[in-house]
């Protein structure tokens, strides 16, 4: 192996006893391993080009390589729902969680994108759409809480009922 070919080396193993070399080979580049071994030839050329603290630097950096793309890999594991929808655009409705009260629905009155959403989804009941009831259908345009929201709908789903 020519030396001068070799670009770069590191240490392969914590124990340091194996190196790994990156050299020049066509249009590209070949990685290649040699024990560590001061009697052998290429070893000695190795640490004599790039020193013994050099490849122990390049070996550190490539655990640290190894443990940030590990941290990164098993994060976009955990979050590839929420990644995925992030790409497509598509946003994460609020959900009650628990038993629903009172309190826990006024809180999307706080919030005028889901109170828009909430009657966007409402508008998409067979019921009203289907209802042929214009002015209940405004009031729930107009609704400024979701408790005025859904007191139009009862009326509107009860009136569907008698028809």
């Known amino acids: 192996m020519d030396i001068n070919k070799i670009v770069d080396a590191r240490f392969m193993t914590a124990e340091f006893d194996k190196i790994a070399y990156l050299f ?10 040699e024990t560590y071994d001061m009697s052998n030839e290429l070893c000695a050329a190795l640490v004599d080009k790039f020193g013994h603290d050099r490849l122990k630097e390049n070996y550190e950096l490539m655990v640290t390589d190894e443990l940030q793309t590990a941290a990164y890999v098993k994060f ?5 729902n929420d990644i995925e929808n992030y790409v497509n655009g598509v946003k994460e409705e609020k959900v009650i969680e628990g038993t629903p009260t009172l309190q826990k629905i006024a809180k ?12 966007l989804e409402i508008f998409e009941l067979p019921e009203v759409k289907e209802s042929t009831n ?17 007191g139009v709908l009862y009326k509107l789903i009860g009136q569907s009922d008698n028809e």
């Open 134 to 150: 214009r002015q209940l259908k405004a009031k729930i345009r107009k609704s400024k809480n979701c408790f005025e929201i859904f």
């Open 24 to 33: 020049e080979e066509g249009e590209g580049y070949e990685e290649a391993h």
């Open 76 to 80: 976009v594991k955990e979050n590839w």
């Open 108 to 119: 999307y009155n706080e919030d005028t994108e889901s109170l828009f959403k909430l009657k």
